[in-house]
């Protein structure tokens, strides 16, 4: 298990991605990510009750194709705008299927992988 926290003023430190959103579960509701990164994610609508340092369990979805990937994580509360419904949380830490499911699905390589197997199937 790899702790992910990023450090002093700017807390994003990795590329952020916009094009392939993952479907975060918190709390009782489905949310689809603005952007997410190997640090965090970022949630727009989002309605809850929560507050700055809390650290809920989340449920991640992400669809390549036919094959639904779905994790589970602890993240931490680092920002919410009540006026504009946004949320943003870092995860505390990321086990190796996580980290291996995002890093694929950032680089391309977790697509790659799926067509080849099908390919030769």
């Known amino acids: 298990m790899r702790v992910v926290k990023a450090k002093g003023k700017e807390r994003c430190r990795d590329r952020r991605i916009q094009e392939i959103p993952l479907k975060i579960h918190l709390n009782g509701s489905s949310y689809v990510t603005a952007n997410w990164s190997l640090g965090g994610f970022l ?11 809390e650290t809920p369990v989340v ?11 779905q994790h589970v994580v602890r ?5 919410i705008d009540f006026t504009r419904k946004m ?3 870092n995860f505390v830490e990321l086990d190796d299927d996580i980290l291996n499911t995002l890093e694929g699905l950032s680089t391309g390589r977790l697509r790659c992988e799926l067509l080849q197997k099908s390919k030769s199937a």
């Open 43 to 53: 949630l727009y609508s989002f309605y809850g009750d929560f507050k700055i340092g």
């Open 59 to 69: 449920g991640i979805q992400a669809e390549v194709g036919e094959p639904v990937f």
């Open 75 to 79: 993240s931490e509360i680092v920002q």
């Open 87 to 89: 949320l943003a949380a």
